[in-house]
């Protein structure tokens, strides 16, 4: 099929959108999308209004969709038809964040494709799909490794009262909360994995603190353990990385491979470039 198509990279905090075909290319971002939290009818109202103008008026032929909460089909339907009724005339691919991850990451060879972002993931991707995939509980109950669970360490080395002087001062310098505060955005508010994970960034100002390195060690480590580890071939193929959290802990995240003797293969911020020259080959 030829024409405009759309391609979508979408994680719980935001979602990337990229329009290509017929001399055109754009790129602009929009808030994340989940289905697990919203309903088709949220995720439309969400688009029509962060979405540009323009692009409503546009004939798009196509529209990839990679997203977090689509491993599922009752939950990718949803994203779909909230896609088909801004785009009907659309053909429509959706599926899952961690998909999109190992097309950008592996391209059409053999790896394991990883997730370090709002959340986490991994996979073993055969350079056509997924054949294997360590479970995925969410940022309660896992999502080790990722901005929300390193974030929720930052918390509570704050309510705890773990930090140090200097943290602490930094930290209510930082964000000027307080625990009541904190305990209604998480236990009270909607998206607290977001929330969590804006409290990630405190470590990435602050390294060289041993209170801080430790945190970002064992909270990297807790994914390696959890994750990395159930995969027998994880000796005999490289590593992939994607996601902020890889992207600033690199260092780490290449210090913990040469440790457990893995191969430290792409770390990059975001999959768009890879999933992009995918789809102009296809």
């Known amino acids: 099929m030829t024409g405009i198509k759309l391609i979508a990279d ?9 329009l290509f075909g017929e001399g055109t290319h754009k790129s602009f971002f929009t808030s ?7 309903t ?19 004939k798009i032929s196509e529209v990839h969709y990679y997203g977090t909460g689509c491993y599922t089909a009752p939950k990718a339907n949803i994203v779909k038809k909230a896609l088909h009724d801004i785009f009907p005339a659309a053909k ?4 899952h964040d961690l998909m999109g991850a190992a097309i950008s990451l592996c391209g059409h060879d053999k790896g394991i494709a990883c997730i370090l972002g709002t959340g986490s993931n991994s996979c073993l991707f055969n350079g056509k799909r997924i054949v294997a995939n360590s479970p995925g509980l969410g940022y309660i109950l896992g999502d080790e490794g990722s901005g929300a669970y390193l ?5 509570q080395h704050v309510l705890y009262g773990i930090f140090d002087k200097e943290l602490m001062d ?6 000027n909360t307080d625990k009541a505060e904190i305990l209604h955005r998480v236990y009270q508010e909607p998206f607290a994995n977001r929330y969590l994970a804006s409290f990630s ?8 603190h041993y209170m801080i390195e430790n945190i970002i060690e064992d909270g990297l480590g807790d994914f390696f353990n959890q994750h990395l580890e159930t995969y027998p071939q994880r000796f005999s193929m490289p590593i992939h990385f994607v996601g902020s959290i890889a992207f600033y802990f690199k260092d780490k995240i290449a210090e913990l491979c040469k440790a457990s003797g893995y191969e430290m293969g792409k770390v990059i911020r975001q999959p768009m470039a890879g999933l992009i020259s995918h789809h102009k080959n296809s």
């Open 40 to 58: 088709q009818i949220q995720i439309e109202q969400l688009l029509l209004s962060e979405f540009p103008p323009s692009l409503l008026k546009r």
């Open 151 to 155: 974030g929720k360490k930052v918390i």
């Open 170 to 175: 930094a930290f209510q310098e930082n964000y």
């Open 92 to 95: 429509l691919n959706i599926t």
């Open 201 to 208: 960034k405190f470590l990435s100002q602050h390294r060289g």
């Open 32 to 38: 994340g999308i989940s289905p697990y939290h919203m």
């Open 10 to 18: 979408s994680g719980a905090t935001k979602t990337e959108w990229r």
